[in-house]
């Protein structure tokens, strides 16, 4: 990785400026990274619901304000210019990335900001458990499952997870650290045996790069915050903004 | 206390066939107990989100279906008829108890069962931690607080706790305790001095029955999920049906 931003307010601005489209694992280390999931205020009462019902998935930093861009969770940002690069999604079909999301946005847009697996690397790295996705500056490999989610109104679908290769002499620490982090997805959903939820080849994310499993350890999955964009396009949502996937909202909270 | 229910079931069809209209603290010992919250849908999003900003006075868990009476969380159940007594508010003004809403109900009501502190009692009491409320089989005292919530749309207002006078010895004990139960409550929130959040007279409790403080005892304080009655009251919601304060659902689902 060329440069490390420290500071999350940094990222936001060379984000916001287009000086900055890049996975953010590895940035502002210790500070809360953020999933965005972005809809119509006629699909937000069913939105909050399915966050509610699939806390693992989807935990809860902030919903914003109809209409609002300024979360309260980062100072001076703007939710539609601060992430590295949006998605796009109508219908249930992806339709695009973008720098900004400034033109398409409605006074309508409620945003939600989710809780992302980034956050607790930083405590990962810190009890000398590498990661090979930060070592490497790669986007961490995600993976869509066969584990459903509770259903909400319009929102149905399966669980998307992030993957990372630990050692087997590690794998009950980074249990133990994921867990002190519940806004982050907290402990792993599975451990080992990818088949079993549905994924047919490692080698192969939906999302993210791949990263290669080293003899000795086991594939590790936590619920990842890119469940939302699998399911909108599942439940063929009109119309949703999130991030895109790796490139999360970095907030001023301490994880 | 005459009689005991040990069986959720057995009190919610007493409850539903009016012959039983009392507070539900001491019974169906290590079931979780709700508080109800029923808003129209126009409403549910600003109400689930103010859930959602509030964890500890409103901790989740069940948001029923739109029109649905029937929660997941308790076996052939009734939101309409299973509540020993429930409390009506218009337009912010307190409208009246009955022990049935059926004739009341609209296709557009969601229903909100919010955990409650009885549901921890139990394991206190297992505890050798005696609580008289229980002890003399009356209601909890409840309190209005200068305690803020975070607002969410039309719901603003002050949190209203329970209290429960505790032996300064006991008083860690009780925190562990309650703090093993997220959902219903988790720790309290203020220890001793009434009069800081804002309490004139703990004789004349806001809601329920007042319990004396013997020497050596300190009232400790829980956050209650009677709040979204005073806040749908301070926020003059056109129509909520609640449960009566210290009257309330019972679930199946273990503590």
């Not at 500070?31 to 989807?58: E, G, H, S, T, W």
């Not at 999604?89 to 900001?113: C, H, I, M, N, T």
């Not at 939906?206 to 439940?235: H, L, R």
Request: charged share 20%; hydrophobic share 45%.
């Amino acid at each position: 990785m060329t440069m490390i931003f420290s500071e999350p307010k940094l990222l936001r601005l060379a984000a916001r400026e287009g000086r900055f489209a890049e996975p953010t694992a590895g940035h502002a280390p210790g500070f809360l990274q953020a999933n965005l999931m972005i809809v119509p205020q006629a699909y937000a009462f069913d939105f909050l619901l399915f966050c509610q019902r699939n806390p693992k998935a989807c935990p809860l930093i902030e919903v914003l304000e109809p209409g609002s861009v300024h979360p309260a969770c980062a100072h001076d940002a703007n939710i539609a210019t601060d992430i590295p690069l949006y998605r796009l999604y109508r219908d249930g079909e992806f339709a695009g990335e973008r720098k900004s999301v400034v033109d398409l946005w409605q006074p309508d847009f409620v945003s939600f900001l989710i809780g992302c697996s980034f956050s607790f690397e930083a405590a990962v790295a810190e009890a000398g458990i590498p990661l090979r996705h930060v070592q490497q500056g790669r986007n961490v490999a995600m993976y869509r499952t066969n584990i459903p989610c509770a259903p909400a109104g319009m929102f149905h679908g399966e669980m998307v997870v992030s993957m990372r290769p630990i050692k087997s002499s590690d794998v009950a620490r980074v249990v133990e650290i994921s867990g002190r982090f519940a806004v982050a997805h907290g402990v792993p959903v599975h451990v080992g045996n990818a088949s079993e939820i549905g994924i047919v080849d490692l080698a192969k994310p939906d999302y993210g790069d791949p990263v290669a499993i080293e003899e000795n350890e086991v594939p590790v999955f936590w619920a990842c915050g890119v469940t939302p964009q699998w399911v909108a396009q599942k439940s063929r949502i009109p119309l949703c903004v999130t991030h895109a996937p790796g490139m999360m909202f970095v907030t001023d909270l301490k994880g």
